[in-house]
Nanobody
Framework: QLQLVESGGGLVQPGGSLRLSCAAS????????VGWFRQAPGKEREGVSS??????????NYAESVQGRFTISRDNAKNTVYLQMDSLKPEDTAIYYC??????????????????WGQGTQVTVSS
């Protein structure tokens, strides 16, 4: 059974950087698309970024709000997906989750297309 564990969150000042990790166990992620989502208090869970697996070219997608500031990558040897977050803003404050995509509709950012959600890691951007 696939389990995903997020780590790397914390408190950072505006303009700072963090790197989140999504470590998998129980199953290899090599051929799966993995997505990063976030949920702020009182808001719906939103897609942040995704990366496709082996055989699909490692295609990446980003939400418009993070384009140019966040970078998703994967290390298949470590069975881990990363989210490098630079130029962080207060509005990036949220719990960040990773998940495996199991349905491939038109919109990569739909949470319903993912499973095996991790427990999340808190990111707080504040001075």
């Amino acid at each position: 059974q696939l389990q995903l564990v997020e780590s790397g969150g914390g408190l950072v000042q505006p303009g700072g950087s963090l790197r989140l990790s999504c470590a998998a166990s129980g199953l290899t992620l090599d051929y799966f698309t993995v997505g990063w989502f976030r949920q702020a208090p009182g808001k719906e869970r939103e897609g942040v970024s995704s990366i496709s697996g082996k055989g699909s070219g490692g295609v990446t997608n980003y939400a418009e709000s993070v384009q140019g500031r966040f970078t998703i990558s994967r290390d298949n040897a470590k069975n881990t997906v990363y989210l490098q977050m630079d130029s962080l803003k207060p509005e990036d404050t949220a719990i960040y989750y990773c998940a495996r995509r199991i349905r491939h509709g038109r919109n990569w950012a739909l949470p319903d297309e993912y499973d095996s959600w991790g427990q999340g890691t808190q990111v707080t951007v504040s001075s």
